[in-house]
C-alpha cells in the first residue's frame, strides 16, 4: 500500500515518498482512489465468500457431531 499523509502545503492528501534526501508528496486523484477502491471491494468479495463457506462448513460439523 501506498503511504498516504496530508501535504504540508496544500492540506489535500497525498502519497508520500522520500528520494535519498527529499521528501515528494503527490497529489492522490480520484481515479486512483476508485481503483483502490475497487480493489479492495473485490477483495472483500472473496473473503466473504469464503467465510460463507467456512460457515457452511462448521455447522455441518456441528451437525455431524450430535
Known amino acids: 500500500m ?3 499523509r496530508t501535504c504540508p502545503t496544500c492540506g489535500a492528501k497525498a502519497t508520500y515518498k522520500v ?4 521528501e ?3 497529489a492522490v486523484q480520484d481515479e486512483d482512489a476508485l ?4 480493489k479492495l471491494k473485490k477483495a472483500m468479495a472473496a473473503f466473504k ?3 460463507e463457506t467456512l460457515e457452511k462448513e ?7 457431531k450430535k
Open 19 to 22: 528520494t535519498e534526501t527529499n
Open 58 to 64: 462448521l455447522q455441518a460439523l456441528k451437525t455431524d
Open 24 to 26: 515528494v508528496f503527490t
Open 49 to 51: 465468500t469464503k467465510v
Open 2 to 4: 501506498s503511504d498516504v
Open 35 to 38: 481503483k483502490k477502491i475497487v
